[in-house]
Each structure stands twice: as C-alpha cells, then as structure tokens.
C-alpha cells in the first residue's frame, strides 16, 4: 500500500521491556470549531494491519463534558462509508453478522460512564482505515472566555470491584465488574513513548474580540485569520496520549449573546449566553461551607499537594458569621470535627495540621465523603467544595445519591485525563459549578476563585419566559458569580422575539432575533448533546429486564432518534463490502493502549512485585516509590502572551514557581477573623493589614473583582472599623482610595516578604512606602 | 483443553456460541487473542466452535469470580498442559521479603488500593526489622 511506508517510523519499542510494540492505531487527529456554547469536533483515527491476518482493533475513549457521538465515515481504498444510527442491539448484531461475513465493519458504542469502544474489524494484512467521527462537546464557560478539554487518554479509575494487574513492567490492565458490560478498557502504558501520535487543529469562533489563547497541557500555536477566527494547533511535530488537551479562551469582553439562526428545515435554534454580572452582584452571607478532599491513591504527588494548599488557602477568607468542615476521603471517611466550626484562628490552625496529615492512599469512595459533608452541614444545609481528580468508576450511581443528599455540591477537578464530564454532572445536578484543573495550574487560585463565588449566588430562582419559545434543559436552581447562564431554546420558525428572565428581586429582558444560518444545526446538535449527557446521567442501573430501566432506554433511543446522536441506548455503525471478502476468518482483537495519565502515578492503580506462580519476588528487592512532593511547573494563562501581540505565537507550559500569586495567598492564609493581619498591637495590625491590602489591590483584586475579593473585602472591613483610622487623616485617605480599588505607588511585594518573614513593618517605613499623593497611585 | 484430539458434539457458529454462553460475540474473539481459549475448528467459511469452547467461557466466568484477572487466567492456562480446576480459593499471593528471616505473603486479589495500604505496613516493617530496637540496643550494652 503506497501509504504504508507514511507510518512505517512507527516501530516502536517499550522501553521497560524492550519489546516491539504493534500499533494498531497509528494517529488521532482533532479537528473543529470551538464556540462559546460548546465545540463541533471531528476526530480522525489512522487504523492499520501489520499482522498478517485480518484484525479487529478496539479503541476505548472517554468523553468530553456533555457529549455525544453524531457518525462516523470509514474510509479506505476504493470505499468511503456514512455510519447508521441504530438501537445498540440492532448495531451490535449489524457489526457482528459484518465480522462473520468478512467485511469491514466499525462499531461506536458507549457505555456506562461515559466511556466509548470503538471498533474497526477485519483490516486485512497491509490495509490502512481512517475513521472519521463527529463529536458534539460541551465547554466550561466562564464570564470572561472558556475552557475546552478533549481526552487523548482514558484515566484508570477505581471502583470497589474493578480488577488491576500490572501485567509487564510498565503495562497495566484494569477489569471493571459485570454490571458494566462487555466494555473493553485500554493497557495504560507508563510510558506513553511510542504509542499512536495524537495532534489537533482547531478553530476558535466567538464574538467577542479574543484577548488570550493558552494551554496548560500542550505547547500551541495560534493563527489569527483575517475573518476574526484564531486557528489553535499543537506546535510540534507529534505528541503522545498521556493528557487532556485544554485550551483557555479569554476574551476582552464579558460573552454575552445569541448564536444560532432558523436552519434548513425552517425552525430555529439558538443559545443564549447571559453573563452572572448581568444578574447583580454577589451580597456577601456568611458561608457554610466543608471541604471534601479526595486523598485517594490516585491524587498521590502534585494534585494531593495541590488539592491541601487550595482548602488552605480559602481558610484565609472565612469570617466571624463563617461556619467550615474539612472532609478528608479514600475508602475511609475522616473529618476535622463532627460539627461545622467557627473560623477562629484556633480552629484554622487546627484545620491546617488536619490538612498536613492528609496524604494520598487508599480508593476513591467519593459518596461517602459528600454523604459525611451533608451530615455534618444538617437540615441547614450549605455549600460542598469537592477537591478530587474524580477518577471513579459508576459514577450514574454516584449522581443519584448526590441527588438526595440535599446539599449544593461544587467541584474542583484535578488531573490531567478527564473526568471533567462527571464533574460537570455531579455539580450541575446537585446545583453546583465546577472547575476542572490540571495539576500543573494555579488549583489553589482556582479554588480561593471558586470558594469566592459559591455560598451567596447571584440569583437564585431563575425563570426564563417567552412567546412560541421552548427552553431545555431547564435552568440552573442558582447563578453564581463568574460563571454565564446559558440557555438553548427553539422556534416553530419565529425569527423575531423577547427573552424575559426573571428571578428573585430582579429581571432581564433579551431580544432574540433569528436569521438563515448554518449555525442552527450545531446549536440543535449541542442541544441535544447535553439533554442526553443529562439523561445518562439519571440513568442509575443498566439491568436489561428491570421494566423502569426498559422505559428509560426507550426513552433514551427516542431522544437520540430525535436529535441523530448516539447514545448508551443508540450505536453508530457501518459495514463495508469490499471484493475478496472471506466469510468465517477469524480476526486478531487488537486493543489500544493509551498513556498513563501525566500526574498519575502507575503505582496508584498498578501495583508492582511478583506473582508467586512466577519466580518468588522480593519486596525489598522492588525499589521504593520516591516521589518529588515538589510541584510541578504552574501555567497561568494570565502571564502568557497576548493573542494580538503577534500572528504566530508560542506557548510554554513553564513557569516560574513563585509569584505573586503565591505571596498573595500566603497573606490571605494570614487574615484573621476580624479581617486584620496579625500584630502585637493595635498599630502594627493596622499597618500590616493596609500592607497586605496594597499588595491585593497591586495586582488588581478589589473588593468586587478577582479571586480574593473576600479577603480584601475583609481587609478593608477591619481598616474602616479600626477608631484610629477615623482620627487619623493619612489613614482615612489610605482607604478612600483602597475602597476605590486604588493602592498607592510603592514597593508592597517587598513590604509583604518582610511582613511573611515575621518582621514587622514600622509605622515610619509603612508611611514612606506609601506616599499617598495625587497622579502617583497607580491602579 | 485438547480440541483436535476430542470430536466436538456440537457445531457451533460464533454467533450461536455467543447465544448459549451470554458472552458477546466480540468478547469471545477478545478471549481468544489473548490466549483464554483456543480459535474455532476449522479456518475461514467452515470455521465452527464446540462444546468445549462454551464449557471453557463458563470457566471463564468462574475464575474471574474467584478475583482472577484475564490475564492471570491466561497465564494459568498456559502454565498447566492439564485443564485447570476452579479452585477454591485464590491461591496467588505476592511474596515480599520483609528480612533474610522474615517472607509475608500477601493475596494477589487485593485491590490495589488496599495492596498500598499493606505494602506501607510492610515496608514500615521492614525499616523496623533492618534497625536494632531499643531492647536490643540496652542488651548490647549490659553485655
């Protein structure tokens, strides 16, 4: 075959065995449109047979936040075919009496969880298959641009009965129990060397002028088009699939609008994307709030490190009216107290040492730790901030016990293979955001971010109305701050209209104006996409004869009928006919490894040693896991490189450890509960606390805006209440303008080490550095 | 299992075979790749299973009850020219040498999660076991 030779550098060795490794899939490629409301994919697997019989090659995906499977073309010599959509059972029998014939069959079929199988049977000896498959995807939309994640590995996870051998050096195999399925999971290879290259190239189409492009997983490579587009693709060459890709789009103005139009067929699709600010601000309440914290083996290094520094440093930002829990989990529950506790600097230091002791070790029982937060919260209820790489197998089972335990859970996902599609459902259903990070980003920002705008939402009982419009799915019990409303709605073809929304002591009014676009199907694709994630996602149990479980299918394949996606009730599948095929041959199943997830370790899930059916292992023989507790390079989109500033830009994932952020959130850990900073006396507190203040206000975080608006909030709060601030001019001055978001010009790094160092700052060095004069203070 | 040596008493397609055992079709194809089961009689168009592949699927399915992984299974098949009997209990243990005096065996079926958490015993034991304690340190010394 002429395109052999193309993939033949392709003989790949593992490099803990040495052995040859035979790819059956070659490449993956990622292409398609990323837009504020969700991502219209197409991703090419490259298939070929080196063996020298036919094969039948599995490749096993998880997939993205509100996702589904549209159809796939197999295309090959001679033939180019569209997939059918079918039940799964009528699909499963198509793809099977296709193998039996000796044609070429493919099969995409979703499990439980999310997790998809897909299947190219008999290639024969030298052929080479490109699968072309559609996915719609949802995003993580912020105020301010999106987050974008697609899988390019599966992430191991556990599940109380799920079965894990390493079964050579570096090669692990993990077996879920029945109730899941003839699911084939892939080999996690430690390393991911060698296996098929995985590339992308998107294009990013939203509204609003882009201000930032940036990825904390891949170097990138940004094109600006002349239409306003900004094409995304990896910089070099190839890359392996040991990680999500996720890319961040900020934009220079809040999204905020309506995107889709009348399609073909004459009805009209759109989504509307109404910003949190729109709704008011947040009135601050006081909080009540515990923080669960996944310390199963699996968040081992970084993201446990990671996962400690961020509830530490939302400790800094609980108030006197504040009540907080620490939740520690793996297959055992520990919590810091049975009750919720005042944030009184005793308990935070109490909370603190709990924290330390907190290490990664046993199984991810993730219901029983929000089940132990929602006991702890009681009839009053509150907030849950879940701290977890969300690595969990069943997680339908999971959602329903979430779903009545009566508390508003929020997730902060860490890890760098998704589970951001079971994060998204697990805080959507229960009336929560979530935030899915990999470990190599700022968690303890995200986390002090998040803990900002949960606990007193923007609005609470949204209602949207408007004539001969249909909303699904239906709205969010709550808004919160940061993160956008968004509505899909449809039309009998009406182009003109008015959206009213309306919720608790307040009302918006959006006018809907609708034109001929091509944009209507994406919309009604997206649409559909997220009704059937949420509709798997009530779906606890998968038993064939249960009668609720019957209804629920049926229900299922008629939603996936209706909107031409797949489903866990509805398979993709093709056969194709070619000359020479021979019925009753076997092929070869071939699966498809993927990398270990970077930042997980393979010790996790894979344990090493020798079976004693083999030679007799030695423990002290296998060599001690030595982990750098050290973190990782953090990426911050803010210090990457303007999108503007060039047409061809570069992107590092490397960055300096120690920041501003950092002494930003040392000083927060710091604030006590009246809001100062600590000091011997009245005056040194005074001083300290207007120093950490400048310094907040420096980098731009008012008492309205950014990540620590609680604590300058508090901040300013102990400064006004302070009896000399009232006597003393300066003083007074100080904080007109640090009310104003404005700090004076001076050196507050420099004054906020000496401060962290333990030395207090002088009343006559604080005044120095502050020079509060007109023209010289700086924003 | 020895297939040519024994007639088969029932043709089967891969499609019947997948029927009577309740094992997808593309299971058994799995099973076979990975050494869990011999191919069918015969190749190609006359390709057919017997009695012995469905009696080997429901060994399958018992082994893995007993927490064996596929692999394991595998490696047991190929390990023994005699059919291996479903045992009991697992019989596969790591073996970890704690000392030149002290081996602790530890069953395989452990989850991995619990495994860590023994294998951090062990190793705490190990470290306890390399380093003379106090009592010994004292009769030393009396000596």
């Not at chain 2, 005699?82 to 989850?111: C, F, G, I």
Request: glycine share 10%.
């Amino acid at each position: 075959m002429e395109t052999k030779s193309e993939y033949s550098v392709f003989s790949a060795i593992n490099s803990k065995t040495g052995k040859e490794l035979t790819l059956a899939m070659q490449e993956l490629m990622l292409t398609g449109r990323l837009l504020p409301v969700g991502a219209s994919l197409q991703v090419r697997h490259v298939f070929q047979c080196a063996e020298q019989k036919p094969v039948e090659v599995v490749y096993a995906f998880g997939l993205p936040r509100d996702a589904a499977l549209r159809r796939f073309r197999i295309v090959g010599k001679g033939f180019s075919v569209m997939s059918e959509l079918k039940p799964t059972a009528e699909a499963v029998k198509m793809y099977e009496e296709g193998i039996e014939a000796g044609s070429l069959s493919s099969l995409a079929r979703q499990y439980r969880d999310g997790v998809v199988n897909l299947n190219v049977g008999n290639i024969r000896p030298g052929e080479m298959v490109a699968v072309y498959l559609e996915i719609l995807a949802g995003v993580e939309l912020r105020d301010d641009g999106l987050r974008f994640r697609f899988p390019f590995t599966l992430a191991p996870t556990y599940h109380a009965k799920t079965k894990s051998i390493e079964v050579e050096p570096g090669t692990g195999e993990m077996e879920l129990p029945e109730e899941f399925g003839d699911v084939i999971l892939p080999r996690w290879m430690q390393d991911a060397t060698g296996l098929h290259r995985v590339g992308f190239e998107l294009t990013v189409a939203v509204p609003q002028a882009v201000a930032e492009i940036g990825s904390p997983s891949h170097a990138i490579k940004v094109r600006h088009e002349t239409d306003g587009q900004h094409r995304v693709s990896l910089a070099p060459e190839k890359d392996v699939p040991d990680r999500d890709l996720v890319l961040d789009i900020r934009t220079q103005a809040e999204i905020a609008g309506v995107t889709g139009g009348i399609g073909k067929d004459g009805t009209g699709h759109f989504a509307v994307v109404v910003p949190s600010s729109a709704f008011g601000k947040t009135e601050v309440a006081p909080k009540r709030i515990v923080f669960v914290i996944d310390r199963s083996g699996s968040m081992q290094g970084a993201p446990i490190a990671q996962a400690r520094q961020a509830v530490e440093a939302c400790l800094g930002a609980l108030s006197k009216a504040d009540a907080f829990g620490v939740v520690a989990f793996d297959d055992k529950v520990e919590c810091l107290a049975e009750r919720l506790m005042n944030g009184t600097k005793e308990r935070r230091e109490e909370a603190r040492k709990f924290l330390a002791a907190v290490d990664a070790r046993g199984g991810t029982e993730l219901a029983t730790g929000f089940l132990a937060a929602a006991k702890m919260l009681g009839k009053d209820g509150g907030d849950v901030l879940v701290l977890t790489d969300g690595q969990v197998s069943g997680t339908e089972t999971i959602l329903a016990k979430a779903r009545t335990a009566g508390i508003r859970i929020h997730c902060l996902g860490i890890g760098s293979a998704s589970q951001d599609r079971f994060l998204t459902l697990l805080a959507r259903e229960t009336g929560g955001v979530s935030r899915f990070l990999t470990a190599r980003e700022r968690v303890d920002m995200a986390a002090v971010e998040l803990f900002a705008s949960i606990g007193s939402p923007v609005a609470r009982g949204v209602r949207v109305e408007a004539d001969g419009i249909t909303f699904a799915p239906e709205l969010p019990p709550a808004i919160f701050a940061g993160t956008p409303l968004v509505l899909f709605g449809e039309t009998d073809g009406k182009t003109d209209g008015q959206i009213w929304l309306t919720w608790e002591g307040g009302k918006l009014k959006a006018p809907v104006k609708l034109e001929q676009s091509s944009e209507a199907e994406t919309i009604r694709l997206l649409q559909g996409s997220r009704l059937i994630t949420d509709m798997e996602a009530r779906m606890d149990s998968v038993g064939e004869t249960d009668c609720e479980t019957t209804r629920q299918n049926k229900a299922l394949e008629e939603l996936s009928t209706k909107y031409g996606l797949a489903s866990r009730a509805m398979s993709l599948v093709a056969v194709v006919k070619r000359k020479g095929d021979k019925p009753g041959d076997l092929p070869e199943t071939m699966v498809v490894p993927v990398g270990m997830p970077q930042d997980t370790e393979f010790g996790a899930y894979f344990s090493g040693g020798a079976m004693l059916c083999e030679p007799v292992g030695s423990y002290l023989a296998v060599p001690a896991m030595v982990r750098d507790e050290n973190l990782p390079p953090q990426f911050s989109i803010r210090r990457g490189i303007g999108a503007g500033s060039s047409d061809f830009v570069l992107y590092s994932t490397e960055e300096e450890r120690y920041g501003a952020e950092d002494l930003l959130l040392r000083l927060a850990a710091l604030i006590e509960l009246d809001g100062g900073m600590p000091g011997k006396d009245d005056e040194e507190r005074w001083v300290a606390t207007a120093v950490a203040l400048c310094c907040f206000l420096a980098e731009g975080h008012t008492a309205t805006v950014g990540a620590f608006r609680l604590h300058v909030a508090r901040l300013l709060g102990f400064l006004r209440a302070a009896p000399s601030t009232a006597t003393d001019e300066r003083k007074r001055r100080l904080l007109e303008q640090a009310e104003l978001g404005f700090a004076p010009a001076g050196d507050w790094t420099k004054q906020a080490r000496a401060l962290l160092a333990g030395k207090p700052i002088t009343r006559q060095n604080f005044w120095r550095a502050a020079t509060v004069k007109q023209g010289e203070s700086v924003p | 299992m020895s297939m040519n040596s024994q007639k088969a008493t029932e043709e089967l397609s891969l499609a019947e075979l997948a029927e009577k055992a309740g094992v997808p079709g593309r299971t058994i194809r799995f099973y076979i790749a990975k050494g869990l089961m011999p191919g069918p009689f015969k190749a190609g168009r006359g390709a057919f299973y017997g009695a012995e592949h469905l009696q080997r699927l429901a060994e399958i399915k018992q082994w893995q009850a007993k927490g064996l992984t596929l692999t394991e299974i595998a490696r047991q098949i190929a390990g023994s020219a005699q059919p291996m009997k479903v045992m009991e209990t697992p019989t596969a243990y790591w073996s970890y040498q704690l000392a030149p005096d002290v081996t602790v065996q530890v069953r395989a079926d452990a989850s991995p999660w619990r495994l860590r958490q023994i294998q951090r015993v062990l190793r705490d034991t190990a470290q306890r076991l390399a380093q003379p304690t106090t009592e010994e340190a004292n009769d030393g010394n009396e000596k």
